[in-house]
């Protein structure tokens, strides 16, 4: 079993997933440090080959993650869901669970954020777009969703996405 956490990056992705891992004593993959180790970082990838040449790598990536892992948390990237490949894949081989935070929660996060190429230089307001234009995807190819606030801890998230089992 694989469970894929997706959502707009600086959701919590890693965080949560590393965690939920350690409860369930599951093996944690973060597909961007798998992309960084083979490629090199994101932010390179984009700057030298550009994001159509990261996108393919990324659809290559996933595909290998989840052909060879098992009782795994696997954090996507923040726009690993926009290829229709992708989410083929995703439905195929594995639950997916957007982690849903709340837009506050995600520009507080990426206020200081240099390495995120698509972000990079934006305004909050072009950040907010790509959100907004986001979430439809994130919503349809969720199997669950887990809504965090600012109220919630990273035991309590990681504590939902371990229950995503038992539903």
Do not use: H
């Amino acid at each position: 079993m694989i469970i894929a956490l997706s959502g707009f990056m600086k959701c919590g992705k890693s965080t949560f997933g590393k965690r939920a891992a350690t409860l369930m004593e599951w093996r944690f993959i973060d597909l961007d440090e798998l992309i960084s180790s083979e490629y090199g970082p994101v932010s390179a990838i984009f700057a030298q080959r550009g994001e159509a040449y990261f996108r393919q790598v990324e659809t290559s990536m996933l595909e290998k993650a989840l052909l060879t892992a098992e009782n795994t948390i696997l954090s996507l990237g923040g726009g690993t869901v926009l290829a229709p490949e992708n989410r083929t894949l995703l439905k195929e081989k594995a639950l997916t669970v957007w982690i849903n935070t709340s837009t506050n929660l995600i520009l507080n996060g990426i206020n200081d954020s240099t390495d995120r190429p698509l972000i990079s230089g934006k305004s909050m307001e072009e950040i907010l777009a790509l959100f907004n234009e986001r979430v439809p995807i994130y919503k349809s190819c969720a199997d669950r969703i887990i809504d965090v606030t600012d109220e919630k801890s990273v035991e309590d998230v990681a504590k939902e996405i371990e229950a995503v089992l038992k539903a």
